[in-house]
């Protein structure tokens, strides 16, 4: 969705360019999260009065820098040691993609303050119309902008009482409702900047040249704001608990952004804030706030952690796309996931994350597998193996509809929240659903410190690497692989299953160089989108192990290509489908040499009969379909429950291969977000 970035220098001296260059570049590494129009707020020169600089623009981030570049009678040699500058790309929920709707958005033409925002604002309705009954006229659509003109508001109506900043955004945060992440810049509050989080993602990253005097830092409770539209409110800090430097050399840099990798490059010691954190920065020095009421089973500190991704992790190589590389990265990945957690020679599978709990899963009424999109797709893909190895029933959901149905969950119950980047809203939602309900809460997820990660009860990181590309590929693989790392741990002290683990197992350590010989297809893949990328559909079948790869495949193509596409189950055909297929339909069939070979041969004949021509994704010993297919894409046997991984991975291609044909951003599909933090 969104993405945040904000800079402060204190007593670091910095000149405007080096500001401006630090905002659009955190915005760059933010892109892959999805966007329409971007924009920056920087301070004015130092006068009386102060002013502040706000250049928005719709289009991508090139052409908001381009305007910045533009702007007449700016000095871009000015030096601060002290400044504030923040940053945003929008992604459209309220008014349609324009300068004027996009972020910062403002106070007043004189920019007083100025903030921007990730996530919705439920109740800004009501808020909008209480302000416009006061007098204060909208330029937006926005539900941003009815945030920062009651942050103007509530200035107006207790500045005699020198309110500080951060009991005024406390005081507006606690009226607003919905999922947010905000960052907060004024000129009534030189040098300072306040961001608060509340179901949206943010994370603080912190560079200084000496060391910090502790590795964490207090929380600091403040009074109950709520209701302050019409009482006026004093209110009394506790003493102050910030982050300190050890020494004399207080110079300090703040990297505010909504992910760790817009910061990465400057720093790696960060800081995850919580929901309903509110982080402060004055005179140098971070603190970190909460209301009193809302202090019950939270930490009391916030830790300083030290990020282990590089730089070169969220660079493209020397590839042309951060999709297409993250696709080649597979061989890597998968060993990435299994490191440290399969030892081939003793045939045995650790998960350090989870086994504490394992005798606790073992002995529970069911599993439910909680997702969305391609994650609800790895889900599907291990939910036969799961129920093969753990003898439990076994629930696939869609987080969305979990929640819609207000489905029954007990405390005997395990459930398992699958999310790339640990922030999907539906996702969390679902969790906090099932953590209130008392079921044990297992988190898999392939970001440190995420919402999932740090909700969960225990989990297991996939460790697949940071994926750039909104349309997911190394994720996925690494995801199916964890599930399959799972159902082996809860198989591990069965006798009867102990064959089935051992082929498995060796399945897994041949996987990286069968990942390898799938690639060498890309020139042959290629061929085939050469074929298919000026048709307008796309059907995908399968069943029992690959029908995951199914839904997979065709979500990929729908991402990348905006083609229509369709994932279908083949022992459906004969229920609705069939009636689709023609000699014009291009579809692609899935057909591997496993217990459904002869299921998936019949349907094949089905769709041959009405004159269908599909591509067959098969085995490349398979002398039969390959013999019967004239048309086909091979890739190396494996073991069933593992061919899935193999067989997406041509999927991955073709799609990829088809957007490229068509002249889209692969990179950065239309209308999609990488992080899904907003329900």
Not at 33 to 46: F, K, L, Q, T, V
Not at 414 to 421: A, E, G, N, R, T
Request: glycine letters at 6%; aromatic letters at 8%.
């Amino acid at each position: 969705m969104c993405g945040i970035f904000g800079y402060l220098n204190y007593l670091v001296k910095r000149d405007r360019r080096f500001i401006a260059d630090i905002l659009i570049n955190g915005l760059h590494r933010l892109e892959y999260r999805g966007y329409d129009s971007s924009g920056i707020a920087i301070d004015g020169d130092n006068g009386d009065p102060r002013t502040c600089i706000v250049v928005r623009q719709k289009g991508k981030v090139e052409e908001l820098e381009h305007a910045v570049k533009s702007l007449e009678n700016i000095d871009w040699s000015g030096e601060y040691s002290i400044h504030v500058g923040i940053a945003h790309t929008r992604w459209a929920t309220h008014g349609e993609p324009n300068a004027v709707n996009s972020h910062p958005q403002r106070s007043d033409e004189q920019n007083q303050f100025v903030c921007v925002h990730n996530g919705i604002i439920t109740n800004y309705k009501d808020i909008k119309q209480y302000l416009i009954n006061k007098g204060y006229i909208f330029e937006s659509e926005t539900d941003t902008e009815v945030v920062i003109k009651l942050v103007k508001y509530l200035y107006d109506k207790h500045k005699h009482e020198n309110i500080s900043f951060q009991n005024l955004i406390e005081m507006a945060c606690s009226q607003l409702e919905g999922a947010f992440a905000l960052l907060f810049k004024s000129l009534h509050y030189p040098g300072q900047l306040c961001a608060t989080r509340r179901g949206s993602p943010m994370v603080i990253g912190v560079k200084c040249a000496s060391e910090f005097a502790a590795n964490h830092i207090p929380v600091t409770f403040s009074k109950d704001l709520r209701g302050v539209f019409s009482p006026s409110l004093k209110t009394s800090d506790q003493s102050i608990v910030d982050l300190t430097v050890a020494g004399n050399d207080r110079s300090i840099e703040y990297y505010f952004a909504s992910d760790a990798s817009a910061i990465i490059e400057h720093t790696n010691q960060v800081i995850f804030m919580e929901d309903d954190d509110l982080a402060v920065v004055n005179n140098g020095t971070l603190t970190i706030h909460r209301s009193q009421h809302e202090t019950s089973g939270q930490p009391t500190i916030r830790e300083i952690i030290e990020l282990k991704i590089e730089l070169q992790e969220i660079m493209k190589g020397n590839y042309k796309y951060f999709m297409q590389k993250e696709i080649f990265e597979q061989p890597e990945s998968v060993v990435n996931t299994m490191r440290g957690r399969v030892n081939f020679t003793t045939k045995k599978v650790v998960l350090g994350g989870i086994k504490d709990y394992i005798n606790e899963i073992r002995r529970c009424r069911r599993l439910i597998l909680i997702a969305c999109g391609t994650s609800y797709h790895s889900a599907v893909a291990t939910r036969q193996l799961l129920e093969e190895l753990s003898e439990l029933p076994v629930m696939v959901e869609l987080a969305s509809d979990f929640l819609d149905r207000s489905t029954p969950v007990f405390r005997d119950d395990v459930c398992i929240f699958i999310s790339q980047s640990g922030e999907t809203a539906d996702t969390i939602l679902a969790l906090r659903y099932c953590k209130q309900r008392g079921a044990l809460i297992v988190g898999f997820t392939n970001t440190v410190g995420s919402s999932i990660s740090r909700e969960s009860h225990c989990g297991i990181h996939i460790n697949a690497g940071p994926e750039i590309g909104v349309a997911s590929t190394k994720a996925y693989t690494s995801q199916f692989l964890a599930l399959v790392l799972f159902g082996l741990v809860l198989s591990e002290d069965s006798i009867s299953k102990q064959t089935r683990r051992d082929d498995i197992i060796d399945g897994l350590k041949n996987l990286p160089e069968l990942i390898k010989e799938v690639l060498n297809c890309d020139k042959k893949i290629r061929d085939f989108a050469e074929d298919l990328y000026k048709k307008s559909s796309l059907l995908v079948m399968g069943r029992g192990f690959n029908f995951a790869t199914c839904l997979e495949g065709a979500l990929k193509v729908k991402e990348l290509t905006y083609m229509h596409s369709e994932g279908i189950l083949a022992g459906e055909l004969k229920h609705g489908p069939l009636a689709m297929v023609d000699d014009t339909m291009p579809i692609v069939m899935i057909i591997m040499d496993d217990p459904v070979k002869t299921k998936c041969m019949n349907a094949y004949s089905q769709v041959h009969a009405r004159g269908g021509q599909p591509v067959l994704i098969c085995n490349t010993d398979d002398e039969e379909l390959i013999k019967l297919a004239p048309r086909h894409i091979t890739v190396p046997r494996t073991v069933d429950c593992l061919q899935g991984i193999l067989c997406v991975v041509p999927m991955q291609l073709l799609s990829f291969h088809i957007a490229v044909l068509r002249g889209y951003d692969v990179d950065c599909p239309r209308n999609l977000a990488k992080s899904v933090t907003v329900a």
